[in-house]
Nanobody, 116 residues
């Protein structure tokens, strides 16, 4: 059973930073794409950032506006999402997703709360 484990969420003031990490139970180069999504209460889940196995350039949602950075840490087998200049609108549950052989795997989510 493939599992994705997220960590790094928390409470931060507006303007602050957090680093989210996603660690799969298998080598992440077994996956075709990786992504971070988020969901605020009452809202649909939306794509934050995505990268494919053969790409070095992530795709970001329009709302990111240069504030977030998606990076693979090969040595630690981890997908990291650095969140900078956080705004109250960034509050939500952040989910890691990975796709492999037509299957999508989701983590359990990590909560990010940004206070004003």
């Amino acid at each position: 059973q493939v599992q994705l484990v997220e960590s790094g969420g928390g409470l931060v003031q507006a303007g602050g930073s957090l680093k989210l990490s996603c660690t799969p139970s298998i080598n992440f180069f077994n996956f075709n794409t990786w992504a971070w999504y988020r969901q605020a209460p009452g809202n649909e889940r939306e794509l934050v950032a995505r990268i494919s196995r053969l790409s070095t350039t992530p795709y970001y949602g329009d709302f990111v506006k240069g504030r977030f950075t998606l990076k693979r840490d090969v040595a630690k087998n981890t997908l990291n999402l650095q969140l900078n200049s956080l705004e109250t609108e960034d509050t939500g549950t952040y989910y890691c997703k990975a796709d492999r052989d037509g299957n999508a795997y989701w983590g359990q989510g990590t909560q990010v709360t940004v206070s004003s």
